[in-house]
């Protein structure tokens, strides 16, 4: 195990006054589990104090076991602190809610009173409205649904899903998500979706998410134009464009903005329905600054990216696209599950899972998962 994958504790001298400190040094992520369980029991109504100064990163995962520990010692009336962690860790914090852990750092506010809204109640006015009635599939024949992290990989998912009929023996027919199209009400069997995309099928249809990409997650570029220089807090009223408005990539985008000093709910908003049409829109000038997925960023030509300059980018590790399913197709799922993970062993699959850009698929982990659907729900309900 390499320090990239793992978390150590060391004990660091109290201050006398019913204080436990402690050091963390290294990831947390889906291994820190028995590094943190392993800390020793501390007394009701004491108080913990964890220096984050030495950690390098804190996933999904990571993120989830720090909660159940946390709430752990709430529940013994024990205070928590936790100092100098990095701008990324520090937000990842705040946008999950537990921005109160935080030492002199208090949590982002649900509510201000700015021209614009603020981040959490501009993602909860773009939200799908949950609670429609589960589809009956159509006999015979599957609809597969996707939205792309990048468009070159278009015709690579039609030879997937040519590659799962044959393997499945099952009609699909295939087609990329329209943009601005309201999932919650369409005829979907198999879906692969963006984070929140996928949080609100599996809320309102109940879907299965089976599989995400292996070794990536969804990070956002905050991107103005190359010519422009001047400093986003020079502008008096920022133009801000991106995709649409109920995303992870917006909600990120702000958050970057936010944490750079900026006031993301004074910029005014405006949402291109796609990541081409946003950036044409910055490009022409139309947009001061874009929120953008990363993974379409830097998928795009040498000479676009050359008229653009790279403001900030996130290193969350936390949100990710899912490959979801209808709960129709539970009996289908094991089958799904053992040919997509299983595309690596042949050359056809290889071949195609250079052409959709992906290293391969593994199983989402259930605390990833909810991880996810409390950032989805945090800013949606």
């Not at 402690?22 to 020793?40: C, F, K, W």
């Not at 134009?225 to 909600?251: C, K, M, N, W």
């Not at 699959?349 to 950032?375: F, S, V, Y």
């Amino acid at each position: 195990m390499t320090l990239a994958d793992s978390l150590s504790i060391e004990a660091r001298p109290g201050d006398g006054e019913g204080t436990w400190r402690y050091a963390l040094i290294g990831s947390v992520d889906a291994h820190a589990g028995p590094t943190l369980n392993a800390l020793p029991p501390v007394p009701a109504y004491a108080r913990v104090s964890l220096d984050f100064q030495q950690v390098e990163r804190v996933n999904s995962m990571g993120l989830s076991l720090l909660l159940r520990r946390f709430e752990e010692w709430e529940r013994q009336g024990v205070q928590i602190e936790v100092e100098n962690p990095n701008r990324m860790v520090a937000m990842l914090f705040k946008i999950t809610g537990l921005g109160r852990f935080l030492k002199g750092d208090p949590p982002l506010p649900v509510q201000r009173e700015d021209p614009q809204p603020t981040v959490i109640s501009a993602v909860q006015a773009a939200a799908p409205t949950a609670g429609q009635a589960d589809r009956q599939p159509l006999p015979g024949k599957l609809n597969f649904v996707a939205s792309l992290q990048v468009g070159a990989q278009l015709s690579g998912w039609y030879l997937l899903n040519t590659y799962l009929q044959r393997r499945l023996r099952q009609a699909i027919h295939f087609e990329q998500l329209p943009a601005g199209h309201d999932l919650t009400d369409g005829a979907v069997d198999i879906l692969f979706a963006k984070p929140f995309e996928a949080c609100a099928m599996i809320r309102a249809r109940r879907f299965l998410p089976v599989l995400r990409p292996q070794g990536e997650a969804d990070e956002v570029v905050v991107v103005m134009r190359a010519d422009d220089h001047r400093p986003l807090a020079e502008i008096d009223t920022v133009q801000a464009v991106t995709a649409s408005q109920g995303s992870f990539v917006y909600l990120l985008g702000r958050f970057l903005c936010d944490e750079n000093g900026l006031a993301s709910a004074t910029f005014r908003h405006q949402f291109a329905g796609n990541e081409i049409k946003a950036l044409q829109m910055l490009l022409k000038g139309q947009a001061d600054v874009l929120y953008m997925l990363k993974k379409t960023y830097y998928g795009l030509s040498n000479l676009t990216r050359a008229n653009t300059r790279v403001v900030d980018e996130s290193d969350t590790q936390f949100a990710f696209h899912l490959l979801c399913i209808a709960p129709e197709l539970r009996e289908l799922q094991d089958e799904l599950v053992e040919t997509l993970v299983g595309m690596g062993e042949d050359e056809q699959g290889r071949e195609i899972l250079k052409d959709i850009q992906l290293a391969g698929w593994c199983a989402p982990h259930p605390e990833e998962l909810a991880m996810l659907q409390r950032l989805y729900e945090r800013y949606t309900e």
